[in-house]
């Protein structure tokens, strides 16, 4: 076995050195769709030595570490954590495998809302955003797809729906606006026509008065003119030509008041005609909103029933790396890191496994989990009674009441015990659903070993099984009897003395291929 340190800068890539001489590695820890370690002990030396670019060797945040094996890449990551030992002048550093960079960083992009798309897409998506930025560009890549489609169009029916009805909330507000306008003119009009009405009258009076002065002055002159008297003939007839006078003036000015009351009742005529028009436009603007609103009562309604899009919202800033690792659990699939070469410049991606990673390894010629015979460690079962359930309640989306509730049982000859599942991040009763089967079936039978110690054995040996496989566990444990039970590899840590621990879950306590399509 020839192994070697390879040692890049991060933001750049470059290559510092192809192989680290003075460092020490402890085992390997690769994780089920998880981020693995590898921890490497130096001397102060070599981990302050500086580099081709005048830096330090190693430094958080800022070194690539691949563990290559004769061209293949065992183990690829970032220096995430350098401690100093004084008492044995060494530095215990901690290496993280790359995807350990996607967790904890914010999505910080446009809001994004994706209906029936591949979790993968999603996946690829959060990727390229963390290494958008500056400083960010790690080079990591992914690969794979799934059939399972999440999110729905109601998201972007809702959304539809309430600019549909903001805009006729707009129309009819700006409508009812001028409806009131109007309202407001005819008002000011009918006083100005009340007013020229009231100045009619009193001219038409006056007219009236006028008219009578005008007879009075002709009865007074034919009495003048019966007493032969010149002066009160002469007297008689101005007061009546002056009468006259007077009545013309005041008809001249009951026809003007008559003429503009007639033009201030037309203009009232005209402006109500307005105001009519008006009311029904607004009229129709409000059965446009009413409409509106309706649509968009049922479109929210429709969204909070199947969970909606799937959504990216800056504004709630959502960890990345979490953000995939819900993906995953949701769908499910798997991931797992691939290390490749490029040129002579190593590479990871992140391998998207649908339905699963690993196989059932039960065949002649796959390795087999024996105690005694390859398992290096008594097997030590374990069971506890507060895991059991016979049925699960989740809680997922939503508020109070309205909060999206869903419950599965089982009757199996055991009492009744209720399980809760908080899930307020799922949004759909298929998702939830899903959840409850597998939390079900995980505490139906709790009996488990969490972990054995594997030699690397001709029955076992290293790189035939790995993490997401099935593996048949069999011994005879004292005072309990044979054990033999299959579990699934969701976390294995390589020795460099050939040992093997591998940590293990209840093959049945897994969902396969249960795509939720929301």
Known sequence: MAERLIIQRAITGDVLTY??????RGAITRQLSAAGTLPLTIGPSVATQPASDGRPMFGEWETLVTLDDDGQIRFRGIVTAMTWDGEEATWSITVSSIPTYLFGTPYKGAA???AEVDPAAIVRLLVAHVQSFPDSDIGLTVAGSTSVKVGSYSTERRIAAEAAYDAAEKTYQAENKELQRLRAIV????????SRTTSRAAASKEVTTAKKAVTAAKTALTAAKKT??????????????????????KTNALNAATGSSNN???TVKSQNADVTAQAKVVAAAKASKDKASDVKSKAQQAESDDGGAYALEPWEAPDCGQLINDLAKDAPFDWAEEHYWSADIPKTRIRIAYPRIGRRLSGDSDPSFVQGVNISVALKPATSGSDMATEVFGIGAGDGAAALRRSISVRNGKLRRVATLQAKDVKTKQALDAKLRAELTARQNTLVVDSITVLNHPNSKRGTYGVGDDIFVQGDVPHFGRFELWHRIVSMSESP????VLSLERTDSFLYGQGIEA
């Open 497 to 500: 003395d050939d040992t093997t």
């Open 187 to 194: 008002a000011a009009s009918r006083k100005t026509s009340s």
């Open 19 to 24: 192989d680290l001489q003075g460092a020490e």
């Open 228 to 249: 032969k008297n010149q002066a009160k003939i002469d007297a008689a007839r101005a007061a009546l030509n002056q009468a006259n006078a007077t009545l013309t003036t």
């Open 264 to 266: 201030a009742k037309a």
């Open 112 to 114: 994004w809302y994706g």
